[in-house]
């Protein structure tokens, strides 16, 4: 079957990109799981297509 080349995860301090922590939780603006959730649905899209790891964390680091 399919599989992702890399993966996009949070645990309860940080979201990762291909193992890259991307932002710290306690940063973000938006508060709940559902926006973290979000998030990573939206670094999953982007990643490998687009941008990144390293891209994406500075994008994302900006709207902090």
Do not use: T
């Not at 996009?8 to 710290?24: C, L, N, P, Q, T």
């Not at 959730?37 to 680091?61: K, S, T």
Request: proline letters at 3%.
């Amino acid at each position: 079957g399919w599989k992702p080349s890399f993966d996009v995860h949070a645990d309860e301090h940080s979201i990762y990109v291909a193992g890259e922590k991307i932002v710290d939780q306690r940063d973000l603006k938006l508060p709940g799981n559902h926006n973290v959730e979000n998030i990573m649905a939206a670094l999953a899209a982007l990643h490998g297509r687009f941008l990144n790891a390293a891209d994406i964390a500075g994008a994302v680091r900006e709207c902090l």
